[in-house]
């Protein structure tokens, strides 16, 4: 297979200045017919004249009304051209039906359309489709269904046809077309100029009511953008439309986004808090990536960050100012601990900005966007925020309409404060999550942090270089007041000392508040100084830090040893959780531990081979211990929990049930499902019902209700995704094998709607112990159905290839097992580029 470097970025032959693009829509036999004006481009001499083309029938070609005839292979077509401006014309034939893949122009359920992100546009024309081509776009639908959509705003319409015209010039990635039976919810914005724009939410008749929340997301995040990045939008429309069989998570495509209906749809009886809260940060991220994205763009797919983390980071800021921040900061890290320190320390590191790729579409990772938006978060605190807004203005004023880089982006840093920041860089060139050990001395009234920056080598990269790192440190002194308030210490070297003078006392030092850079800490440290911090710490996350580390310490100890949970935990959980000044949702998350996957590369990295099964058993004995030394208090809080006001899937509110759900998850452990049972009986919304089912099913009594959610819900399938996805996250690690391959022979297991596949397969990896059962039944069962689902979805088994990607983590015989799956998916006939690249890599 071939693989693509960004060193070998060549700017293309030809500008193009108009694209004319008409669609007779058939579902097997497709006609795309294009008019494209294209003239030379000054900046290069090469005119050789190649167009991206995949599985396209070419009718007929041909330049400025000449017929021509190409030399076509499976990646497109090239033919002589003139070196002047000319028309080029071609009409091709698709098949949306048999489109499986989801990439280009496809049907679900009887809708079509498009996900043309990173390479799906030469599926429907032939074209240069890549990101730094941009042109203004004008579309014709023909189709005999009632509404037809593209991007831009609509020019004229009627029986069976309509026409839109898009003028901001757009890379192919853009593009947009929808046509089915549809129906809108409808409302208007009126932008900080006072323009009007039409907003429309269009989905499936039957799904009318669950929009609204969809639609108010959409406007605060309208509103928010212009508040808070002078951004205002651009268009007479912005059309949503959500989909059953989507890829991802939702598409950006200029004034048509598209949505996973996962990422838009909600109610209060179908929807939990938790996807309500991803939904308005999804509606947020689609919405503002059209300016930082579609007006400012990538120059090539190597770039894919400057949008994404760019993006990310504007909807964290988003959800922290609609919502609450720590509670916002603190989820943040758990995930990027959960999703992209894995990939960053195993086969799949890459840089931010990678270097090289087969399938561009392997690199929408955690790492692109999550580790992506810390770097940009490390920025905006180094450079301070006045800073970071001010090159945020330059940055649009100066690239606004173009294709950019990352070069182009430090540059406008660079311009308006004067530093130099070659070395930040390395956070886009260097893969690897940086080690940073901390050493304190204390003598006289001055205290001294010596600190020392590692990166263990990643694939392609044997040495690293040392990192800027903004290391946020406040200082507490004994008796627990702050005598040291947050100051931000900038590292630049391998090893760097810090000193605080004037001190009365050795302080305790609260190191990495806020989660200030995405690296690991390295500091000898005990017991009684983490349960000290969990006591008085002034910076929320740092002070769900402590706990968190004193959390990781006892299962540890508990999943290595025969020891008994830490009284020092307990202890500390008990004040937290009794302090009513402290918001419910941050309760929460003290009540929370670890995820075992996360254990797991704790052990491996303290050079302990991780055993899922003492894992699983020692958090299932931790919970029970918190049960019991909780007993007392868990009633009240638990009531304290209730929210009396009807349901509002605010913070508030949210953070209310997620308590209540921590609650009753320890309250089913010692009453074997009883007040589950009456939660469940009595919920009126689905995250109370869905944390009740939970409970139920952990408690191993939750079969009638288990039968009752399917029949009341069996027609909604969002809903029965989370069904399917829940009787095997809570499957005993022994049985959940066992119980995802049941699921795969009942009558609404659709495989072939990616949701569903991740309904599945997504909770059997997500189930730690589950999964990796030493009898390898979990990995027999994933590998049976990547191989199944590869020739007719390529990207969405590529992307659940990465259930294996910590393989190297575990004990000989399990590591004998995955080789083995992962070589018997090499070996499949014909498997896709996509998923042929992530098993090369994660084998290693
Ligand atoms: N560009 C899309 C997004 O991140 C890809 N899913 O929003
Ligand atoms: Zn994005």
Same mark, same amino acid.
Request: hydrophobic share 40%.
């Given at each position: 297979?071939?693989?693509?470097?960004?060193?070998?970025?060549?700017?293309?032959?030809?500008?193009?200045?108009?694209?004319?693009?008409?669609?007779?829509?058939?579902?097997?036999?497709?006609?795309?017919?294009?008019?494209?004006?294209?003239?030379?481009?000054?900046?290069?001499?090469?005119?050789?004249?190649?167009?991206?083309?995949?599985?396209?029938?070419?009718?007929?070609?041909?330049?400025?009304?000449?017929?021509?005839?190409?030399?076509?292979?499976?990646?497109?077509?090239?033919?002589?051209?003139?070196?002047?401006?000319?028309?080029?014309?071609?009409?091709?034939?698709?098949?949306?039906?048999?489109?499986?893949?989801?990439?280009?122009?496809?049907?679900?359920?009887?809708?079509?359309?498009?996900?043309?992100?990173?390479?799906?546009?030469?599926?429907?024309?032939?074209?240069?489709?890549?990101?730094?081509?941009?042109?203004?776009?004008?579309?014709?639908?023909?189709?005999?269904?009632?509404?037809?959509?593209?991007?831009?705003?609509?020019?004229?319409?009627?029986?069976?046809?309509?026409?839109?015209?898009?003028?901001?010039?757009?890379?192919?990635?853009?593009?947009?077309?929808?046509?089915?039976?549809?129906?809108?919810?409808?409302?208007?914005?009126?932008?900080?100029?006072?323009?009007?724009?039409?907003?429309?939410?269009?989905?499936?008749?039957?799904?009318?009511?669950?929009?609204?929340?969809?639609?108010?997301?959409?406007?605060?995040?309208?509103?928010?953008?212009?508040?808070?990045?002078?951004?205002?939008?651009?268009?007479?429309?912005?059309?949503?439309?959500?989909?059953?069989?989507?890829?991802?998570?939702?598409?950006?495509?200029?004034?048509?986004?598209?949505?996973?209906?996962?990422?838009?749809?909600?109610?209060?009886?179908?929807?939990?808090?938790?996807?309500?809260?991803?939904?308005?940060?999804?509606?947020?991220?689609?919405?503002?990536?059209?300016?930082?994205?579609?007006?400012?763009?990538?120059?090539?797919?190597?770039?894919?960050?400057?949008?994404?983390?760019?993006?990310?980071?504007?909807?964290?800021?988003?959800?922290?100012?609609?919502?609450?921040?720590?509670?916002?900061?603190?989820?943040?890290?758990?995930?990027?601990?959960?999703?992209?320190?894995?990939?960053?320390?195993?086969?799949?590191?890459?840089?931010?900005?990678?270097?090289?790729?087969?399938?561009?579409?392997?690199?929408?990772?955690?790492?692109?966007?999550?580790?992506?938006?810390?770097?940009?978060?490390?920025?905006?605190?180094?450079?301070?925020?006045?800073?970071?807004?001010?090159?945020?203005?330059?940055?649009?004023?100066?690239?606004?309409?173009?294709?950019?880089?990352?070069?182009?982006?430090?540059?406008?840093?660079?311009?308006?404060?004067?530093?130099?920041?070659?070395?930040?860089?390395?956070?886009?060139?260097?893969?690897?999550?940086?080690?940073?050990?901390?050493?304190?001395?204390?003598?006289?009234?001055?205290?001294?942090?010596?600190?020392?920056?590692?990166?263990?080598?990643?694939?392609?990269?044997?040495?690293?270089?040392?990192?800027?790192?903004?290391?946020?440190?406040?200082?507490?002194?004994?008796?627990?007041?702050?005598?040291?308030?947050?100051?931000?210490?900038?590292?630049?070297?391998?090893?760097?000392?810090?000193?605080?003078?004037?001190?009365?006392?050795?302080?305790?030092?609260?190191?990495?508040?806020?989660?200030?850079?995405?690296?690991?800490?390295?500091?000898?440290?005990?017991?009684?100084?983490? %349960?000290?911090?969990? @006591?008085? +710490?002034?910076?929320?996350?740092?002070?769900?830090?402590? &706990?968190?580390? *004193?959390?990781? $310490? /006892?299962?540890?100890?508990?999943?290595?040893?025969?020891?008994?949970?830490?009284?020092?935990?307990?202890?500390?959980?008990?004040?937290?959780?009794?302090?009513?000044?402290?918001?419910?949702?941050?309760?929460?998350?003290?009540?929370?531990?670890?995820?075992?996957?996360?254990?797991?590369?704790?052990?491996?990295?303290?050079?302990?081979?991780?055993?899922?099964?003492?894992?699983?058993?020692?958090?299932?004995?931790?919970?029970?211990?918190?049960?019991?030394?909780?007993?007392?208090?868990?009633?009240?809080?638990?009531?304290?929990?209730?929210?009396?006001?009807?349901?509002?899937?605010?913070?508030?509110?949210?953070?209310?049930?997620?308590?209540?759900?921590?609650?009753?998850?320890?309250?089913?452990?010692?009453?074997?499902?009883?007040?589950?049972? %009456?939660?469940?009986? @009595?919920? +009126?919304?689905?995250?109370?019902?869905?944390?009740?089912? &939970?409970?139920? *099913?952990?408690? $191993? /009594?939750?079969?009638?209700?288990?039968?009752?959610?399917?029949?009341?819900?069996?027609?909604?399938?969002?809903?029965?995704?989370?069904?399917?996805?829940?009787?095997?996250?809570?499957?005993?690690?022994?049985?959940?094998?066992?119980?995802?391959?049941?699921?795969?022979?009942?009558?609404?297991?659709?495989?072939?709607?990616?949701?569903?596949?991740?309904?599945?397969?997504?909770?059997?990896?997500?189930?730690?112990?589950?999964?990796?059962?030493?009898?390898?039944?979990?990995?027999?069962?994933?590998?049976?159905?990547?191989?199944?689902?590869?020739?007719?979805?390529?990207?969405?088994?590529?992307?659940?290839?990465?259930?294996?990607?910590?393989?190297?983590?575990?004990?000989?015989?399990?590591?004998?097992?995955?080789?083995?799956?992962?070589?018997?998916?090499?070996?499949?006939?014909?498997?896709?580029?996509?998923?042929?690249?992530?098993?090369?890599?994660?084998?290693?």
């Amino acid at each position: 297979p071939n693989t693509v470097y960004l060193k070998d970025y060549k700017s293309f032959g030809y500008l193009v200045d108009q694209v004319h693009l008409t669609f007779d829509l058939s579902p097997n036999a497709t006609r795309v017919t294009s008019r494209i004006a294209f003239s030379p481009n000054p900046e290069t001499e090469d005119r050789s004249f190649f167009l991206h083309g995949e599985k396209l029938r070419l009718i007929r070609a041909a330049i400025d009304g000449t017929a021509v005839s190409p030399e076509i292979t499976a990646e497109g077509l090239r033919v002589a051209a003139p070196d002047a401006p000319f028309v080029w014309e071609a009409e091709v034939e698709i098949d949306p039906a048999n489109n499986t893949a989801l990439e280009g122009l496809y049907m679900s359920n009887g809708m079509y359309c498009t996900q043309c992100e990173a390479e799906g546009f030469r599926k429907i024309t032939y074209y240069p489709d890549r990101p730094d081509v941009m042109s203004t776009f004008t579309v014709r639908i023909n189709g005999d269904l009632p509404v037809l959509l593209s991007n831009g705003n609509p020019v004229q319409r009627g029986e069976g046809w309509a026409e839109w015209h898009d003028p901001w010039p757009k890379p192919a990635y853009l593009f947009a077309l929808v046509a089915g039976d549809l129906v809108a919810h409808s409302d208007s914005f009126t932008t900080i100029s006072g323009k009007s724009v039409d907003l429309n939410l269009w989905v499936r008749p039957g799904d009318e009511h669950k929009c609204a929340f969809g639609m108010e997301a959409l406007k605060k995040s309208m509103k928010w953008d212009e508040d808070t990045y002078g951004r205002e939008y651009d268009l007479d429309v912005f059309n949503i439309v959500a989909v059953d069989d989507f890829n991802m998570g939702a598409m950006e495509n200029k004034g048509l986004n598209i949505f996973n209906s996962s990422c838009v749809l909600a109610s209060p009886d179908t929807s939990t808090d938790a996807n309500f809260e991803r939904i308005e940060a999804i509606i947020a991220h689609e919405y503002f990536h059209n300016w930082t994205g579609n007006r400012i763009t990538c120059r090539d797919w190597f770039q894919l960050c400057l949008k994404e983390g760019l993006t990310v980071f504007r909807d964290s800021q988003f959800t922290s100012d609609m919502r609450s921040a720590p509670v916002k900061r603190i989820t943040d890290v758990i995930d990027l601990r959960a999703r992209q320190f894995p990939e960053d320390n195993g086969p799949l590191s890459h840089p931010v900005r990678p270097e090289s790729f087969q399938e561009i579409n392997n690199f929408y990772t955690a790492t692109v966007y999550e580790k992506g938006a810390e770097v940009i978060g490390m920025l905006k605190r180094l450079v301070g925020d006045a800073a970071y807004a001010e090159a945020l203005d330059l940055y649009f004023a100066r690239h606004d309409g173009q294709a950019c880089t990352i070069e182009d982006w430090l540059k406008v840093f660079e311009d308006v404060t004067g530093r130099d920041l070659s070395q930040f860089k390395r956070w886009y060139s260097q893969s690897g999550t940086p080690r940073l050990k901390v050493e304190e001395e204390f003598s006289e009234g001055t205290y001294t942090l010596t600190l020392t920056q590692h990166t263990d080598p990643t694939p392609g990269q044997p040495d690293k270089q040392p990192q800027v790192i903004p290391v946020a440190v406040g200082l507490l002194s004994p008796n627990g007041d702050e005598v040291v308030p947050t100051r931000v210490l900038e590292m630049t070297e391998g090893t760097q000392s810090f000193t605080f003078e004037g001190l009365a006392a050795k302080p305790v030092p609260s190191i990495l508040r806020d989660f200030s850079a995405p690296v690991i800490v390295e500091r000898e440290t005990d017991t009684a100084e983490r %349960a000290f911090l969990l @006591a008085h +710490d002034t910076d929320p996350f740092h002070r769900w830090e402590a &706990g968190r580390a *004193l959390a990781r $310490e /006892t299962l540890v100890e508990m999943a290595t040893g025969d020891a008994t949970p830490l009284p020092d935990y307990l202890d500390g959980i008990r004040t937290l959780l009794r302090d009513k000044s402290l918001d419910p949702a941050y309760r929460a998350l003290m009540l929370g531990l670890p995820g075992q996957s996360e254990l797991a590369g704790h052990l491996h990295e303290a050079g302990i081979t991780p055993d899922p099964a003492a894992i699983w058993i020692a958090v299932e004995d931790l919970k029970q211990a918190l049960a019991r030394d909780l007993q007392d208090m868990l009633p009240d809080i638990y009531a304290e929990a209730q929210v009396d006001a009807p349901y509002a899937p605010d913070a508030e509110q949210s953070g209310k049930r997620a308590l209540g759900a921590a609650a009753l998850d320890l309250i089913s452990r010692l009453d074997g499902g009883k007040q589950a049972a %009456a939660q469940y009986e @009595a919920a +009126d919304n689905m995250t109370l019902q869905l944390s009740a089912l &939970g409970c139920l *099913l952990g408690a $191993e /009594t939750g079969d009638a209700q288990l039968a009752a959610f399917y029949d009341q819900w069996k027609d909604d399938r969002l809903v029965i995704d989370k069904w399917f996805m829940l009787q095997i996250m809570k499957a005993k690690p022994d049985r959940a094998a066992a119980v995802a391959k049941a699921l795969t022979e009942h009558p609404d297991f659709t495989w072939k709607t990616p949701n569903r596949f991740r309904a599945v397969f997504g909770a059997l990896a997500g189930n730690h112990a589950g999964f990796h059962d030493s009898s390898g039944a979990g990995y027999d069962l994933l590998a049976d159905w990547l191989i199944r689902l590869d020739p007719l979805n390529p990207q969405t088994t590529a992307r659940m290839c990465t259930a294996f990607q910590t393989w190297k983590r575990y004990d000989a015989g399990r590591q004998e097992m995955i080789a083995a799956q992962l070589d018997r998916i090499a070996a499949t006939p014909d498997l896709s580029r996509d998923a042929g690249e992530m098993i090369s890599r994660i084998r290693g």
